[in-house]
């Protein structure tokens, strides 16, 4: 077990559609990460939020909307996508947002926009 | 643009054949360095990681990864692998805050 999990698994929505992603952590960390792994790229770093609140905001385009309510929960809402954002998701989470703690991942939602 | 490279897209080798990754990175100063692997069907876990002292870092299922400054390089190694071996490995840099940049990774076929 991760302890790191994310729902749902799969994901297929049109471009018009609005859903969430959900990320629960149950390691009693502080900080929580979203990334998106497209085929044969590395790892993008989308949002990190320390304490529940959001220290890194990656360029990311609006379309995304992330949240994080306490800091076990981060959310990625997302509206009107586009196909090109087709990839799995991931989170992670770690002890604190901090370069020596180790990353831990959940297992990510895949994502298809038609 | 600072970035993680891994030179190899996709390696194939027989089981107890002994494999080397590459990994270079272009940060200045200080690092963290990771190796992460995600089997087949699983969520990426961490291998290894670097921080300071000694530059031969071994980490689970023996592997390790030895860290030369002078190269920017932490290259992966394990002397003999296993078809469980089989997965994408994933370099990673820290260059001192909470961004991890990651390679775009590395697939390992074991066959046995």
């Known amino acids: 077990e991760t302890g790191v999990t994310q729902t749902p698994r799969h994901l297929v929505m049109g471009m018009t559609n609005k859903k969430s992603l959900k990320c629960e952590q149950h390691l009693g960390h502080n900080a929580m990460y979203w990334y998106k792994q497209s085929a044969k790229k590395p790892l993008e770093l989308m949002f990190v939020?320390?304490?529940?609140?959001?220290?890194e905001n990656n360029s990311v385009p609006s379309r995304f909307s992330p949240e994080c309510p306490n800091s076990s929960h981060l959310f990625l809402h997302l509206h009107t996508l586009q196909p090109e954002d087709s990839a799995l998701y991931l989170c992670a989470s770690s002890q604190a947002a901090a370069s020596y703690n180790e990353q831990f991942f959940g297992p990510g939602t895949r994502l298809t926009v038609l | 643009a600072q970035s993680v490279s891994q030179h190899n897209h996709h390696v194939i080798l027989s089981e107890a054949a002994s494999l080397e990754l590459g990994c270079n990175y272009s940060y200045g100063g200080t690092v963290n360095l990771f190796w992460y692997v995600q089997y087949p069907g699983q969520h990426l876990q961490l291998l290894l990681k670097?921080?300071?002292?000694?530059?031969l870092v071994k980490g689970i299922k023996g592997f390790e990864a030895e860290f030369i400054k002078s190269k920017f390089s932490f290259n992966l190694r394990k002397p003999s692998v296993q078809w469980s071996d089989t997965a994408e490995y994933f370099c990673?840099?820290?260059?001192?805050?909470?961004?991890?940049?990651f390679g775009a990774g590395t697939t390992v076929t074991v066959r046995a």
């Open positions: 990673a840099v820290n260059p001192n805050d909470y961004k991890l940049s």
């Open positions: 939020y320390s304490l529940e609140e959001r220290v």
């Open positions: 670097y921080f300071s002292g000694d530059p």
